[in-house]
């Protein structure tokens, strides 16, 4: 398992592999089958589509999944800190761009000491963020920093808002110690400003919104390269829009019921499993689980539109059951009446596909990879809960 | 500051005091004299009514903290997990109860190991998980385990339902190896199995429940001693009902915004912040934070009757701003009109109030303790993410 994932000493923990009976619960089990088929998989998808693939790492958090992504075609890997960046740089992976505005005079700084031991793409969104990088670049010296002018494409948060691109931009390019060289967005599976389950329409109006605007900026007289946009679920449907020249998923290393439920995959290739066990069973249509909301990620929240999940994960051996509550140690499972007639007992062991596995992955200090041999071997997820 | 909380060397990071202006964000502030009002304003309460306090430590996750309590008259700490209890065993604490059913092979043994160092409570809810715990008790040999029957009254997880208690302890009370010391139940602020904002009423019978089954018991011939109640809002309300021996609130440590709303205590009360940098400013009315679904937890969702939060947390700067909505690294601020007109700008540093601390300290590797010098000394939490 170390040797096919190629670790490197520090990312091996002391512990060794073990038998699936043999793990304390809850942990989160990846099969690193369906993980590597889901890597060559999007991969494929790029080279097909003639776009590079720069996945964002925030699934994995893990340097020893960056590289398993490189070798299979990635072009580089997507960050959201800098702090991730350093774990990253630090085990070998020299092509990261840090999609977020790093706007503090800490974090620019050291942006810039990475800068020279990796190849750095940086993000920028506004006047203030801009000057602020600029004058450290100018200040630091060395070579200019690449930066990409992030695009509000209708998600509202980060981002220049659509219309006011141009004119950011051609200030941008005017800028000492920073080279624009490209655009990039962020924006799931939306359609019109609201969230969809139309994914080829929502990718196809990303990666237009996208290409237009590149060429818009072009005619003005900024030179952008990199057209960069896509989600796991827009990703196929955005890079067939000619203009656009790369897709950044970070999801499908692992996929998730929520993109099972877009469409995008089937449970099957989801990678991820949380197990737990029932520690008690208090009613007949009640079972209390070891997992709670230290365990399952909260951010996407049952019966919410347009997913309409039932509850914070699915359990392949009782799929009428429903986790329907959390507290922070308890997960309440309702149970059906198949899950009812089932027998399932205080000590009994389930398997539950996340909501969302990046949140869930960043609640686990570590990670169990199914290997070849059917033993599980744990890795540190080294990049979690980096918030700087 | 290290010397104020008595910190082992284990305890204290590498990283020295800093002066505010230069934390990293986004980052979680304890203001460590509102901590310590909070922590000597319940262990008067418990006092002056006469019970024990047994603080549940999943909010600091902290031996220094727990250590605190202790020092203001507690009488042991709870935990949730033997992985806790271990770490808290490890840095010095000595009485421990294990307030969640303990029922695989691999934990059992763990708190057998740990009963030989630390006073150490079990817990049972279940014929089953009674029956493994005597078990390996009895094959461990040395001094009986003492154990507490956890008692559903009303929240709907683990716990014996109420009316099967008596049959539960009897059988309980006659097994090898384990020495039934008490009962015990959690239900947060709940009435006539409900969510209620009537914490006076809700501790009262919560308290009542639980006293009444003691006394059931013992005229059953089951000699529970310990009769534990009480989370944060109702541990003062369910402390004065007579028969109640111990209290075991967790949250009152820091407090939050979700305590404040209860009226369990004000704003002002709340030790913890978090403090974060606006990174972006698209719209008049849109601010965006360096602190997403990473940095703030959302088990405590906005808009949930009885509390119907705005938000995810608060700002002291911005009343009029909310929190609104949340992906992993982003945090959307939406500005009412004060905000507005503040200048709110790019680089700006605001201090939010978060729903739920609990879960919030789960999500920061280390927490930053204001000193009487007014700099910040970071602690890493050391049983943080603990899951087993």
């Known amino acids: 398992?170390?040797?096919?994932?190629?670790?490197?000493?520090?990312?091996?923990?002391?512990?060794?592999?073990?038998?699936?009976?043999?793990?304390?619960?809850?942990?989160?089990?990846?099969?690193?089958e369906v993980m590597e088929r889901n890597i060559a998989s999007m991969a494929d998808t790029a080279r097909r589509l003639g776009v590079a693939l720069r996945p964002h790492a925030k699934t994995h958090k893990l340097p020893s999944v960056a590289r398993l992504q490189l070798e299979?075609?990635?072009?580089?890997?997507?960050?959201?800190?800098?702090?991730?960046?350093?774990?990253?740089?630090?085990?070998?992976?020299?092509?990261?761009?840090?999609?977020?505005?790093?706007?503090?005079?800490?974090?620019?700084?050291?942006?810039?000491a990475l800068h020279e031991q990796a190849e750095l793409i940086l993000a920028v969104d506004s006047l203030e963020g801009a000057v602020r990088l600029s004058e450290a670049a100018v200040t630091h010296g060395g070579a200019p920093l690449a930066v990409r002018l992030e695009i509000d494409t209708g998600l509202r948060r980060t981002g220049v808002p659509y219309d006011d691109a141009p004119a950011l931009a051609e200030k941008i390019a005017a800028m000492p110690g920073l080279s624009l060289t490209g655009i990039y967005t962020f924006r799931g599976a939306l359609l019109d400003g609201a969230p969809t389950l139309d994914l080829a329409a929502a990718g196809k109006q990303e990666g237009r919104l996208m290409a237009d605007l590149a060429q818009r900026l072009r005619e003005a007289g900024v030179p952008v390269a990199d057209v960069s946009v896509g989600s796991t679920p827009t990703a196929a449907f955005a890079a067939a829009v000619p203009g656009v020249t790369e897709i950044r998923p970070g999801t499908y290393v692992y996929q998730d019921r929520m993109q099972a439920r877009l469409g995008v995959c089937s449970l099957d290739d989801c990678a991820g499993r949380v197990r737990v066990t029932v520690v008690s069973r208090p009613a007949p249509d009640l079972a209390i689980i070891d997992g709670g909301s230290k365990t399952f990620a909260t951010?996407?929240?049952?019966?919410?539109?347009?997913?309409?999940?039932?509850?914070?994960?699915?359990?392949?051996?009782?799929?009428?059951?429903?986790?329907?509550?959390?507290?922070?140690?308890?997960?309440?499972?309702?149970?059906?009446?198949?899950?009812?007639?089932?027998?399932?007992?205080?000590?009994?062991?389930?398997?539950?596909?996340?909501?969302?596995?990046?949140?869930?992955?960043?609640?686990h200090n570590q990670v169990w990879f199914r290997g070849t041999d059917g033993r599980y071997t744990p890795q540190p997820v080294l990049a979690r809960g980096m918030l700087e």
């Open 72 to 112: 299979a075609g990635a072009s580089g890997i997507t960050v959201a800190k800098v702090s991730e960046a350093e774990v990253m740089a630090a085990h070998g992976i020299r092509s990261i761009f840090i999609a977020y505005p790093l706007v503090t005079p800490g974090k620019i700084r050291r942006a810039l």
């Open 1 to 32: 398992m170390n040797a096919e994932l190629g670790l490197s000493d520090q990312e091996i923990p002391s512990g060794s592999a073990l038998d699936k009976s043999e793990l304390e619960t809850p942990c989160l089990l990846i099969d690193t």
């Open 299 to 363: 951010d996407v929240q049952p019966n919410t539109a347009p997913l309409l999940l039932q509850g914070f994960g699915w359990s392949t051996e009782l799929p009428d059951a429903v986790l329907e509550r959390l507290t922070e140690e308890h997960g309440m499972l309702r149970l059906g009446p198949d899950a009812q007639a089932s027998g399932l007992a205080v000590g009994d062991v389930l398997h539950l596909v996340p909501n969302h596995i990046c949140s869930t992955v960043n609640l």
